[in-house]
Every structure is written in C-alpha cells, then in structure tokens.
C-alpha cells in the first residue's frame, strides 16, 4: 500500500456558478513510511496542480451540461481562463480584427460564441443583430463590460445604466450635447480649435499627427466640456488618459507594469483629480459663482434622480471618465486616419480644399469664424469622414449581457452571458456597400440609401452616441484650419494601423509640414 500527500479540497458551487474553492494541506502518513521528498519523481506541487486541474475540468464540464440539449451558437470557447483572448489580442495588434471576425463567421455562422477577457461571449452579427442589440426596451441585454472595461470607465457610466437612470445621464450629457446646444458654442470651439492648432505647430516643420490630434480634441473637450484651465493638471489628466484608454481591453492583472496595471493607478489619479473638480464646483455654486448650466460639471454636480437625491460622486466621475475618453479619443481616430488619407489621395485632398476655400469666403465675411451653418456646408469633408468610420471605425465593437435566457437566429443564448457586437460584418458587406474594400464617400450621398443598423460607428436607434454631432463639428472645424494653413506628408510611406485596442497609425503618423496660406 503507498501512501501519498493529498490535499484536501472543498468544492462548493453557489446557483450562479461561481466556483469556491478551498484548499487545506493534510498527510495521512503512517509512522514507518519516509515522505517524497521535493525532488523525488511525483513531487508535491506536481500533485497539488493535477488536482487543480481535474477539479477544474469537472467544474468547466459541469457548466457545459447545464446547457446540455440546448442549442448554443457554435464557437470555441478556447483555453481555460483566457478563452479565444490572446489571438483576438494578436488580430488586433496586427490591425487583423476584421479577418478574425470574418473567420469565424464563415466557420460557424453569423451568431458564434467565444470567450474573450475571461468571459464567455456570443458574437452577434449583421444587420438583424444589431437591431437587435440597439433597439433598447426590454430586449433582453443590459450594458455590463468585461472587467478590464468597467475597471477603467467605471461601474456607473451611461454605458452601464439603464431604464430611468439611463435616460436622466443621458438628458444630462445633451444639455450640452445637442445640436441646439452646439448651434451656441461652436464659434468658441472653432476660435479654440485654430488656438491650439497654431500654438502646436507654431515654429515646427513637422509632427506627429496622432499625438497632434489627440492633444488638441483633449484641450478642446476640457475647455468647452469641463472647463479645466490651461496648465499642469490638464497636461497630468492628458497623460493618464492616454495610459487608461491603453489597458481597457488588456488582461485583467493588476500587476505593475502591465497595460492593466498602469491604466487602473492612471484610472485613481483621474478620479482624483475630478473628485477636487467637483468640490470646487459644489462651492463655486452654493457661492453663487456659477450657475447649473455653466458646463458639464456644474450640470452634473446639481443634476438630481427621480427622488430628488444628488447623484454620488463615483456616479458623475465614471460618466466624466467616458465622457472624456469618448469625446476625443474617437474624434482623434477620425482625424488621423483623414490626415493621412489626404497626405496619399490627391484627388480627395483637392475636393476637401475645394471645399474649403467656400467656408473660408463665409468666415472672412463673418469676421474671422465659423459659425454653425458654414460648418453644415461641409458636406463632402463629412462624407469623406463617414467613409473612413466605414473601413476603419473608431470603435470596432463592444459588450453587453443578457439580463435572461433569449433565443435568437435560432439559438438559445443563456442568461449572464456576454454579447458582443461588432461594425465590420455590416461595413464591409458587399451586399449593403459594393465594392466594400474601394474608398467611395459618395456613398453618403443619399443616407436614405443606407439600410437601417447597417451603418454603426456611432451605434444605433435609441443607444446611438449623444455626442455624435459634437464629434463631427469638432473634426470638421480641424480639418477646415489644417487644409487652409498646411501642406503636409508622410514620413513613413505605408505605415501600418494597430489597435492599442483603438486604430492608429503604428508608429503615430510622423508628418512633413509646410505652412501655406489659402485665398478664398
């Protein structure tokens, strides 16, 4: 008889499936029998994984026949622990998330399931999908991001709220957000955009067109959004964001030195800093200094739920946080990708300038700025915008769960699960945009052409971004000053996209300038 070291494991599965596992060091050794030393040939630690292991693929196969006889999408849940995470990672690196999705699809159909950053996902694709994840009402899904996600944009933003809640953060964002809104400050956004473009480039031959673009969206949003002055703070808040925006779809490990791990001290600072805005806010308006429509801040530090409760500080940081990153990192995307669009392509550098040149005739005729209806005018700028969010959208997909078991395309998809939904099976569809691959912005021509939850780089019905006509007078303004004062090249023929998980330029878009002034 030989006697081994056991551990001794107490497995207890709650009704929701969360594994606890215990583990207690016990030997069961009689007096006359010697104890494996480490190095021997089946040493204690190998002992203590095997078991590990075997509890753990009882424990996954115990979960699968929960299901058993109901007909889940086909799919691969991968590996253990980081499922299908580390290719999906890979294709994104290698600006190749397209083809992963696309792979999928054409081996297991338009509704796949997957596991992606520890958690287990169904992929949903296609215009049907995408109605059926943006028609809001009781469809079955609430917001709910993977923990990577909610650790960095928080538990509380309008991305994770629903029903009542949801509406009154988002009536609170469109105070500001709204084109009536908008009509009233885009004059000031575009003094703003020129300032910091020619205190940017001021004196320089050339530039980073990435870190150009994010560095003057960022300005413009804390000055209009959330009236942060010009200094230290502003230049500390610019670089957290950037290290945030980096670990929101990294592998959750807190660790130092990992993506995760610096955006989440990034993430602290951050709220800091907004929590020292707030009480200055609170003060400022008990003071009657500033009144609850003043800006972003003060709306939300006064804004008051169906009960007439404030909102909690955490609630107003974590929809300060996704307002920030929303609002310039996406726009930023946008006008890169245009930068160096126009730097390759003559023919659509000379219709943008063409255009141009009209607006600047209706600026100099009304004392030097843009008002609301020049920048409507813009429409073949805009249209070349919508046709770069086609091919490359600022933001390739995102999250969801189910709030109960709901079947769709002839699937049963369980409850707790994670949807994901994507752009790239509806943008690059040749039957709804032919020739998906060509750069077409006549495209946008008629909208009405266009079918319903076929065109989704700013979502879709009832869940489409409130801040999507402030992105685009934003870029528009942008790109009006940067066509009217530069020339520019690249200095890296073919550079590559990658996504850090967004799409940029791998190496930031390093530019050529020459200053030039254009006549109306």
């Not at 009536?180 to 205190?199: A, N, P, T």
């Not at 959004?225 to 959750?252: N, S, W, Y």
């Amino acid at each position: 008889m030989i006697y081994l070291c056991v551990p001794r494991f107490s497995l207890y599965i709650n009704p929701n499936m969360h594994l606890h596992l215990h583990t207690q060091l016990t030997m069961e050794v009689p007096s006359n029998l010697e104890v494996p030393s480490l190095d021997s040939k089946l040493p204690f630690q190998t002992i203590i994984l095997v078991t590990i292991i075997v509890l753990l693929g009882a424990y996954f196969k115990l979960k699968v026949s929960l299901h058993r006889g109901k007909n889940l999408p086909p799919g691969s849940l991968g590996f253990p622990f980081v499922g299908e995470t580390l290719s999906f990672l890979k294709a994104q690196k290698q600006d190749k998330t397209v083809q992963w999705i696309a792979d999928r699809i054409t081996k297991y159909g338009p509704v796949f399931k997957t596991s992606l950053i520890s958690s287990k996902a169904i992929v949903i694709t296609g215009q049907a999908g995408n109605k059926l994840v943006f028609s809001g009402g009781d469809n079955g899904f609430v917001s709910n991001l993977p923990q990577s996600l909610s650790s960095i944009l928080g538990k509380h933003s309008i991305f994770e709220v629903t029903g009542s809640r949801h509406k009154l953060i988002r009536g609170a964002m469109m105070t500001f957000l709204k084109p009536e809104s908008l009509q009233r400050i885009v004059g000031e956004m575009d003094s703003l955009v020129k300032q910091q473009l020619f205190q940017e480039l001021n004196g320089k031959d050339s530039t980073h067109g990435v870190r150009l673009m994010k560095r003057i969206t960022f300005k413009v949003t804390c000055s209009l959004l959330f009236g942060l002055p010009e200094g230290k703070e502003k230049d500390a808040l610019f670089a957290d964001f950037i290290l945030a925006a980096k670990g929101t779809l990294a592998i959750p490990l807190d660790l130092p030195g990992t993506a995760f791990g610096n955006a989440i001290q990034a993430r602290r600072r951050i709220s800091k800093l907004f929590s020292q805005l707030i009480s200055r806010k609170r003060r400022e308006m008990e003071e009657g200094k500033v009144r609850p429509d003043d800006n972003m801040v003060s709306t939300f530090v006064a804004l008051k739920d169906e009960n007439g409760e404030l909102l909690p500080e955490e609630e107003i940081i974590d929809n300060f946080v996704i307002l920030m990153m929303a609002s310039h990192d996406t726009t930023t995307i946008v006008l890169s990708m245009f930068l160096r669009l126009l730097a390759r392509d003559a023919e659509v550098r000379g219709k943008v300038l063409e255009e141009q040149r009209q607006a600047l005739k209706a600026r100099e005729e009304n004392g030097g700025k843009l008002g609301w209806s020049d920048v409507q005018k813009m429409k073949y700028t805009w249209r070349v915008s919508q046709e770069l969010m086609r091919m490359t959208p600022p933001v390739f997909g995102n999250f969801k769960r189910t709030s109960r078991d709901i079947s769709f395309g002839g699937f049963h998809i369980p409850k707790g699960w994670q949807i994901m939904w994507v752009t790239s099976p509806t943008h690059m569809d040749e039957k709804i945009f032919s020739e998906p691959e060509k750069f077409n912005p006549s495209r946008f021509e008629n909208p009405r052409s266009i079918p319903p939850y076929a065109y989704i780089p700013f979502g879709a019905g009832h869940r489409i971004c409130p801040g999507a006509d402030f992105a685009r007078s934003e870029v528009l303004l942008l790109i009006h000053h940067l066509v009217t004062n530069y020339e520019w090249a690249e200095m890296i023929p073919n550079e590559p996209i990658i996504r850090e998980p967004l799409p940029y330029p791998a190496m930031g878009l390093p530019l050529k300038l020459k200053p030039k002034k254009i006549c109306a």
